[in-house]
């Protein structure tokens, strides 16, 4: 089946992260009082968007060799 | 103390729009690959491991294992993680080497057909209508479960929580059949992973650091009368029941947890099996529950971990954590993971965790509904009412399966809203139902002499003395009579908690059925010849070629080093 789920993961992943990195750096730092004062949008949202993006080059890559005649690359 | 509600922001509602665009639009994109029965109902055989391995995993994370496993952290500590760690790891690795080469290469679709082909109709009607109800009934506790919360919590109307979130289980199924649960089950672990990991995270930080959780909670432990390490050792204070919160003792534990009860579930329950049997390849498929055993064993630190601390910060009054209470004054632990998501999580993250609280419900009631829907066409409607018909013709009946198991699904969820003891009531008959099963395959397939009389005669006995059993016992501090117990006349014994009662229960049940099975199939006919019995029954299968596989990608090696991994945390964890 050419399906690939690592594209869909890494899209959804890749957004949620860039999503709570903005927000992390946009939002008023009050919030963070009960996150015990991290900023853990910024934080998480840089590791979502890290996976969500390995995802992705993993997916492409995966893509390209398909193209390339090389199945089960 | 009513529940803390949840104030979700813009932020919050954008990421759950986005999830749910994308579950359904997985569904849309797999829509084009169901093109006949197998597809819709076995994947077609096509999933590589990871895949099938990840989704075996998420179809169990449902309502229980999330909210019941934080909930369990809290109350008994670290003593839960015997669920994972001699419950289901050794479990799943059994199942990949030992079963999954004749549920996968017997070629039979579903759990309950394996019975036909390996006993008799009456073998695999019992199991396929038993587990068919069941089915049902578990997805309408998750619907139920999941709209309750979302009305505690956000102030939702309970009719439209049902709706919404049966309308999106039904659309991406409907569409995609088992791939695109399978495919979804999979974005649910990585959201499950996600969501809840920073909550351990925070959580631990806000505690400072395992041994500071570690002094915590021993001030818990001596509190409640016991040692001051029971919270936070898993095997210390087993030696009597009496000396920890779970009134169990080593034996039970071993035995009714151990082996009958996690063999019972992750080697006989078609909903976990289901992923497996859709892998591309006999070696996928035996590496399917070996893979998922890897995360498994992990995950008590990111369920049970949150429920330990939370259990420590609501002694402490300048935490400002608080558990809810239920109307009779108890503490309500089934909230310890909602509480800590608005205690801890800013907006933004809350929209994350929110939705994974979502993502698991849903993904427990999906991996229900397909299991449904195949045992309904294959092993019911195939069987009984219309065999010989095209391949069309049941791919259709899927699809209709399919929105009847949503539509019975929300039927039992307001039944659950209505009468709850029914609902405890209907847990427990299948609970009787379940506790025999492992022994039926067990000896179906590695003693070739097992015949159906034996099969069925020992499960509807193991049923049965499960049933005598709850009859005549009773949990300490329970009145006899109700759905707790003792509701046969006599109290023979008490039980220290409701655990160690059904730990006993699937024990006795587990030797009727062996007994009974092996002393009838003694007495009675094999009606089944060698020919018929081939790839069924260990002794009569040729054993695989030597592996042609690298070290990475055997079954039995990543077993071994998930056995050995689980080994050393129960070790460290002592």
Same mark, same amino acid.
Request: glycine letters at 10%; a positive charge.
């Given at each position: 089946m050419n399906f690939d789920l690592r594209l869909p993961l890494g899209m959804i992943f890749s957004l949620f992260g860039a999503m709570l990195a903005v927000y992390g750096l946009t939002s008023d730092p009050a919030i963070y009082a009960r996150s015990l004062g991290l900023d853990v949008n910024l934080i998480w949202g840089l590791v979502l968007l890290a996976f969500?993006?390995?995802?992705?080059?993993?997916?492409?890559?995966?893509?390209?060799?398909?193209t390339r005649g090389r199945p089960n690359a | 103390?009513?529940?803390?509600?949840?104030?979700?922001?813009?932020?919050?509602?954008?990421? #759950?729009?986005?999830? $749910?665009?994308?579950?359904?639009?997985?569904?849309? @994109? !797999?829509?084009?690959? %169901?093109?006949?029965?197998?597809?819709?109902?076995?994947?077609?055989?096509?999933?590589?491991?990871?895949?099938?391995?990840?989704?075996?995993?998420?179809?169990?994370?449902?309502?229980?294992?999330?909210i019941g496993m934080a909930a369990s952290g809290a109350q008994y500590g670290i003593m839960t993680s015997h669920f994972y760690w001699i419950g289901a790891i050794p479990?799943?690795?059994?199942?990949?080497?030992?079963?999954?080469?004749?549920?996968?290469?017997?070629?039979?679709?579903?759990?309950?057909?394996? #019975?036909?082909?390996? $006993?008799?109709?009456?073998?695999?009607?019992?199991? @396929? !209508?038993?587990?068919? %109800?069941m089915t049902v009934f578990s997805s309408g506790i998750s619907l139920y479960a999941l709209a309750k919360l979302l009305e505690v919590l956000l102030g939702w109307n309970f009719n439209a929580s049902v709706a919404i979130s049966a309308l999106i289980v039904l659309g991406y199924i409907f569409l995609g059949g088992l791939t695109s649960a399978i495919y979804n089950e999979v974005l649910q672990f990585f959201m499950i992973v996600f969501g809840f990991a920073p909550l351990a995270w925070l959580g631990l930080r806000d505690v400072g650091g395992w041994s500071a959780l570690k002094t915590r909670l021993e001030a818990v432990a001596v509190e409640q009368h016991f040692a001051p390490g029971t919270w936070t050792q898993s095997w210390h204070h087993v030696a009597r029941a009496a000396d920890?919160?779970?009134?169990?003792?080593?034996?039970?534990?071993?035995?009714?947890?151990?082996?009958?009860?996690?063999?019972?579930?992750?080697?006989?329950?078609?909903?976990?099996?289901?992923?497996?049997?859709?892998?591309n390849s006999m070696s996928a498929a035996r590496r399917t529950p070996i893979i998922a055993a890897f995360p498994k064993m992990l995950f008590p630190f990111l369920v049970i971990l949150p429920g330990m601390v939370a259990i420590a910060l609501v002694r402490d009054p300048h935490s400002g954590l608080t558990l809810p209470t239920n109307p009779d004054g108890s503490t309500n632990f089934n909230m310890v993971i909602p509480q800590m998501l608005g205690h801890y999580f800013p907006p933004g993250l809350l929209g994350l965790g929110f939705t994974?609280?979502?993502?698991?419900?849903?993904?427990?009631?999906a991996g229900n509904v397909t299991a449904f829907n195949t045992v309904w066409t294959y092993d019911i409607y195939q069987s009984y009412f219309a065999p010989n018909r095209s391949d069309r013709h049941y791919l259709h009946m899927g699809r209709i399966a399919?929105?009847?198991?949503?539509?019975?699904?929300?039927?039992?969820?307001?039944?659950a809203a209505k009468f709850n003891n029914i609902m405890n009531l209907l847990q427990l008959v299948f609970a009787f139902v379940n506790a025999p099963l492992f022994a039926t395959f067990l000896l179906g397939m590695f003693?070739?002499?097992?015949?159906?009389?034996g099969a069925f005669s020992g499960l509807v006995s193991g049923t049965a003395l499960a049933a005598v059993h709850h009859g005549l016992t009773l949990p300490a501090g329970n009145v006899a009579g109700g759905v707790k117990g003792g509701w046969l006349g006599a109290v023979l014994h008490t039980y220290p908690s409701e655990m160690a009662q059904n730990f006993w229960t699937a024990i006795f049940a587990w030797t009727a059925c062996f007994v009974v099975t092996v002393a009838v199939s003694l007495a009675t006919r094999q009606r089944k010849?060698?020919?018929?019995?081939?790839?069924?029954?260990?002794?009569?299968?040729?054993?695989?070629?030597?592996?042609?596989?690298?070290?990475?990608?055997?079954?039995?090696?990543?077993?071994g080093i998930a056995l050995g991994a689980t080994l050393l945390l129960n070790l460290a964890f002592a």
């Open positions: 969500g993006l390995c995802m992705l080059l993993l997916s492409l890559r995966a893509a390209r060799a398909r | 103390m009513p529940p803390t509600t949840l104030a979700l922001r813009g932020i919050d509602y954008a990421i #759950l729009s986005i999830y $749910f665009v994308f579950v359904l639009g997985i569904g849309w @994109a !797999l829509k084009r690959h %169901v093109k006949g029965s197998a597809d819709f109902f076995l994947s077609g055989r096509s999933i590589p491991a990871w895949i099938t391995g990840l989704a075996f995993l998420s179809a169990n994370l449902g309502a229980q294992e999330v479990a799943m690795v059994f199942l990949g080497i030992f079963m999954m080469p004749f549920y996968y290469g017997s070629k039979a679709r579903s759990v309950p057909e394996y #019975l036909k082909l390996r $006993f008799d109709e009456k073998t695999r009607g019992f199991n @396929a !209508l038993s587990f068919a %109800v920890n919160p779970m009134g169990v003792e080593w034996f039970g534990l071993a035995m009714g947890l151990g082996f009958v009860l996690s063999f019972g579930y992750w080697c006989t329950d078609f909903l976990v099996v289901q992923r497996a049997m859709a892998a994974t609280l979502m993502a698991s419900f849903m993904s427990g009631m399919t929105v009847c198991g949503v539509l019975l699904s929300v039927g039992t969820a307001y039944f003693w070739r002499r097992t015949t159906g009389h010849t060698d020919a018929e019995l081939t790839g069924l029954v260990y002794a009569l299968t040729p054993r695989p070629a030597a592996a042609v596989e690298p070290w990475y990608e055997r079954p039995v090696v990543l077993g």
